[in-house]
């Protein structure tokens, strides 16, 4: 087991690389001890966007915290899983310490890179200093005139082409998002305006046209976004979906709780693709403002009926339901996922505040409404969640927005998600009385 300073036991760490190869050591234990213990329930949760371990684990400490006194009866196990992914320091927390280098990067007048990202950065696309370092120098001097916004796309694009496997997509149509392959001018402007409507928090001009310098450092945000993305589905089918297999033989009394946040919510959705036939160990799945399409678990979707999510069906891998938590309150996930995915091609998408309802359905997160166009998906907010029987099998979309509702731009309230009702939630998902 790890950590002596974790809110609960018996806790045990999962480390994956970026190919979803497990630390052989972590992984042992975990299969050793998960009987030894009398582990009845064990719940696994995965980050998403974070930068080192002890980010990770400050998350479970705190996200697991009430957890023993809410199911005090209950033979519970709880297990984080460590993956490679990055976040930019300047993204709020809600009630985490803020790092010195993102109070700093407060006071500069530009988006300049803070050190604690740029760090972040160099890890995420290793061999790239120099690419990273020019892409730093751009956002800090703002060269004038469109070729410096086209030079700057230019540099972000190579970041992602060294990347030889990108991970699955979301679903079958799904490529590269056009943000990356289309004009980086239309794409700074938009990504501006959409930091305008916002409000002042945004880092826009106020009533002001917006400087499309202030959306370049969001292109490169999406950039490394879409990497960390389908790392995430990566890490889950090959890594974390064949171990809780390996599980299920060690342990077969086991039942299996997975959590996930952000891309973390896509890394443990795309566990049940990797789950080797035949295993139902998995009782439960709550989702934590996923990063990933809404439709990644329909058979067809709307536009495309031809075509279908990378997970269609796969919900029934699941011996009990699949929850999925959303709120409006989530701007990295109603403005910026939408626009990254789909760049629209008219000003209406910078108009106002929900961009995602601007460009329609197609482009939705399931954090942002729930999961989409699955037959059967219960709809319910988090009041009725708690206070009734969750259904016993399906998709669930639970508006969360009376608890997920504080933090500030770029990504809104899309890290609040420490809080004692999506822990009870997660208990009711999994029937942990």
């Not at 407060?106 to 892409?135: H, I, M, N, T």
């Amino acid at each position: 087991m790890a950590d002596a300073g974790m809110s609960v036991t018996p806790y045990w760490e999962l480390t994956f690389d970026a190919d979803g190869d497990a630390a052989g050591p972590e992984r042992d234990r975990l299969l050793a001890q998960v009987t030894e213990q009398g582990v009845r329930d064990l719940v696994v949760f995965s980050h998403g966007w974070n930068n080192d371990r002890s980010g990770a684990t400050a998350l479970y400490r705190r996200f697991f915290a009430p957890v023993s006194a809410l199911a005090p009866e209950a033979r519970l196990g709880y297990v984080g899983v460590i993956w490679p992914s990055m976040r930019f320091s300047d993204e709020p927390i809600p009630d985490f310490p803020r790092s010195v280098a993102a109070v700093e990067a407060e006071a500069a007048p530009r988006p300049a890179l803070d050190k604690d990202s740029r760090r972040a950065l160099l890890e995420a696309f290793p061999g790239r200093a120099p690419v990273l370092d020019q892409l730093a120098r751009m956002l800090d001097e703002r060269p004038d005139g469109t070729r410096g916004l086209a030079e700057f796309g230019r540099l972000v694009r190579l970041l992602l082409d060294t990347d030889g496997n990108p991970g699955p997509a979301d679903t079958d149509e799904e490529g590269e998002p056009a943000v990356f392959g289309g004009d980086p001018v239309t794409a700074c402007e938009q990504f501006a305006g959409a930091l305008a409507a916002l409000g002042p928090e945004g880092g826009g001009a106020g009533f002001s046209l917006p400087d499309p310098w202030d959306g370049a450092k969001e292109l490169l945000r999406q950039a490394a976004y879409y990497r960390m993305k389908r790392r995430a589905g990566t890490v889950g089918e090959r890594g974390l979906g064949p171990v809780l297999g390996r599980l299920a033989g060690a342990a077969p009394g086991v039942r299996v709780h997975l959590v996930g946040h952000s891309f973390g919510g896509r890394l443990v959705a795309f566990a049940l693709r990797g789950l080797p036939a035949g295993v139902d160990a998995v009782k439960s799945v709550t989702l934590l403002q996923g990063a990933f399409s809404h439709y990644a678990f329909t058979d067809r979707l709307p536009h495309a009926p031809d075509r279908s999510g990378a997970l269609k069906g796969l919900q029934r891998r699941v011996d009990g339901p699949l929850v999925c938590c959303y709120s409006r309150f989530d701007a990295a996930l109603g403005t910026f996922y939408p626009l990254a995915s789909r760049l629209a091609g008219d000003d209406r998408a910078c108009a106002g505040g929900d961009i995602a309802a601007v460009l329609g359905p197609r482009w939705g997160a399931v954090g942002h409404d729930g999961a989409q166009a699955v037959p059967g998906t219960v709809r319910l907010d988090l009041a009725a969640a708690l206070g009734g029987r969750l259904p016993a099998s399906g998709c669930v979309n639970v508006d969360a927005a009376a608890v997920v509702h504080r933090g500030g731009a770029p990504t809104g309230a899309h890290s609040d998600i420490v809080h004692p009702e999506l822990a009870r939630l997660v208990l009711a998902a999994g029937r942990i009385t």
